[in-house]
């Protein structure tokens, strides 16, 4: 429970809902009580009718009787359309609350998941949180909603029958209520095995979907290993393992209505018995036996339903568990507060040391890079080299451990985040591109403004115009989930296209050029060159930095070699040897064709 009253506060912003909601359950519950009533009258009129007649004492007219019942009905019914009427009211007030409130919830959710950082995607898988903004949240509201409502009215609608019951009759009312604690007991403890089974019926219907996530995710894998025998068959595995599971639930679930029945049952069958005896001593009428049927109908579903109601809060309070924990976490990456105003004039990285959390080594260390307004940087080593390390620390994905990187001067810690990175336009290692046309996926680049004739140009010049006629609707074709239907070069330029798009005072490129060939990119290059646009661009190959005015040898994090191509070649290092054994794979490359 303790978890739970993390809800007090979007509960204290409905209390008036609420409080409404409570007053039309007690009158609603308040006229259906007034039903039996009505029962015991018109039967209690008809012993004495049917009693007069027989005596014959005085005569009876017909129409006065007739009119006498059918006003008995009509107050039934009235009765039955108030308290109808004020129980669509009290869910119109509780159920429409509980769903503003799973809203803000869930925006509250997105809204922390967003400010989230890096470092925390690494730790939480994607169905991981998935579960928590969807499945966890329902149960909450589940809490919110039919929880709190049912228990209001189950507690107002007993303490009412118990109250009418025992002005009514004690005696009688004592021995009806004598199988409930059993009912009450046996109920519990039929919903604690539903409870049980449910919650391994879903642990495993989760698991099934996880493993049929990735499966898809990892199709053309599967397809390349003709592993779709052995896909399928643990698949079939997993799925009769749902089957065994759902089937013990079934099991216990078909239980559950035949005992409620059996014990309402025995409560009638008592009602009988007790008032049938009162009646013949005396103590009882007919209508009270009729009417004690109808109290007993109204008590058994909340006394069933009792516990129900417990494992819908026991749930909602797991899931707000999953909850809390997640909106406790602080994000480690929080945005600063000064301008870096309009435009970059300095990047400076200084002795910049950084280790990934929980790794050995250092990924980058005591790295020193000024990079000055439309310079062409290149950052060249090979893979593991930190160079995408360098890239995540650029976009402040991640703080340096030691020494520190400004912008206009300005510590990046210190810097208002979205406004810095609004300034860069990054080509990410793996070129993710959303499920959209590929029209949309080069506007999401931008700020929000749409240029047909802009994303035309971006297109020219990372050189994917000339592949748009092969496709169906041309730029507004559909891409597949992650950009499937595109070639990894494809992906590549689109994703090129989209950072250009945004128009941006630094260009990164990570690794972009890994899948296009070198006449394309050289291509590619030789356009953005004319662009003054201050380029960082990163790569494993000589080729795509060699125009670069600065090109920094990366190897395990430091910084080895320095210098524009010429000058590296003339040193004859580690640069001149990657130069050399990439010319000879290119020749011997040619020389297979
Ligand atoms: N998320 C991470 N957690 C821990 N270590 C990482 C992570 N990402 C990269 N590394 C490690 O940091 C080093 C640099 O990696 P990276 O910057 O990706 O190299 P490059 O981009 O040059 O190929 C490597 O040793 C790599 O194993
Ligand atoms: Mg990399």
């Given at each position: 429970m303790k978890e739970l009253s993390k809800l007090n506060r979007y509960l204290w912003q409905y209390k008036k809902e609420l409080a409404i909601g409570l007053l039309f359950v007690i009158l609603s519950n308040y006229f259906a009580i007034r039903q039996p009533k009505i029962v015991r009258d018109t039967l209690d009129k008809a012993t004495e009718i049917i009693e007069q007649y027989q005596s014959g004492d005085m005569p009876i007219d017909p129409g006065h009787v007739t009119g006498t019942f059918i006003g008995f009905g009509i107050k039934f019914l009235i009765f039955a359309l108030i308290s109808g009427v004020f129980l669509f009211l009290m869910r119109q007030m509780i159920i429409v609350a509980s769903r503003k409130i799973e809203k803000q919830l869930k925006d509250d959710i997105y809204a922390h998941l967003q400010s989230l950082s890096m470092s925390f995607y690494r730790k939480y898988g994607t169905g991981d949180i998935m579960a928590r903004v969807t499945e966890d949240v329902a149960n909450v509201r589940m809490y919110l909603g039919p929880g709190i409502m049912y228990t209001i009215n189950f507690a107002s609608n007993i303490v009412l029958v118990l109250i009418v019951m025992f002005s009514v009759n004690v005696k009688m009312t004592f021995y009806v209520l004598l199988p409930m604690p059993v009912l009450a007991i046996s109920i519990y403890y039929v919903n604690k095995l539903i409870h049980d089974r449910s919650t391994i019926l879903q642990e495993q219907m989760s698991r099934i979907s996880t493993y049929v996530q990735e499966m898809y995710s990892g199709i053309r894998v599967i397809k390349a290993f003709a592993a779709e025998r052995k896909v399928i068959r643990a698949f079939e595995g997993q799925s009769s393992e749902y089957r065994n599971k759902a089937l013990a639930l079934v099991q216990v679930n078909a239980l559950f209505i035949p005992l409620i029945l059996f014990l309402i049952g025995l409560c009638n069958l008592i009602t009988i018995y007790i008032g049938g005896q009162l009646y013949m001593a005396g103590g009882a009428s007919a209508g009270n036996i009729a009417e004690f049927f109808m109290y007993v109908g109204r008590l058994t579903w909340p006394v069933a339903a009792i516990g129900w109601v417990t494992a819908i809060i026991q749930r909602a309070a797991a899931s707000q568990k999953r909850i809390n924990e997640l909106m406790d976490i602080k994000p480690d990456i929080v945005a600063g507060q000064v301008d870096p105003g309009n435009g970059i004039h300095s990047l400076e990285f200084e002795n910049v040391s950084f280790s990934y959390p929980?790794?050995?080594?250092?990924?980058?260390?005591?790295f020193n890079l000024t990079i000055r307004p439309g310079q062409k940087v290149g950052l060249v080593g090979?893979?593991?080299?930190g160079k995408t390390t360098l890239v995540n620390l650029l976009l402040r994905q991640y703080d340096p451990s030691n020494g520190s990187i400004r912008v206009n001067g300005i510590d990046l810690r210190q810097a208002q985040l979205m406004a810095f990175r609004q300034m860069l336009g990054v080509v990410p290692q793996d070129s993710f591109l959303f499920s959209e046309s590929l029209y949309n996926n080069v506007l999401w680049?931008?700020?929000g403004v749409d240029s047909p004739e802009k994303v035309e140009e971006v297109l020219q010049i990372a050189d994917l115009a000339k592949d748009l006629d092969g496709f169906p609707k041309g730029l507004h074709t559909l891409l597949g989930e992650?950009?499937?239907?595109?070639?990894g070069g494809q992906k590549q330029r689109l994703s090129i296209a989209r950072a250009l798009y945004r128009q941006p005072q630094v260009l990164v490129f990570d690794d972009s050029f890994s899948a296009v060939d070198t006449n394309t990119e050289a291509k590619i290059l030789e356009q953005l060159n004319r662009k003054k646009v201050t380029t960082i661009i990163v790569s494993h190959r000589v080729s795509t930095v060699m125009n670069a005015d600065l090109i920094v040898v990366l190897d395990q994090g430091r910084i080895i070699e320095q210098g524009n191509h010429k000058q590296l070649l003339d040193i004859g290092g580690y640069y001149h040897s990657l130069h050399k054994k990439q010319l000879l794979e290119t020749e011997l490359s040619h020389a297979k064709i």
């Open positions: 929980g790794a050995k080594r250092k990924a980058i260390s005591g090979r893979t593991g080299s680049g931008g700020n992650r950009g499937i239907t595109l070639s």
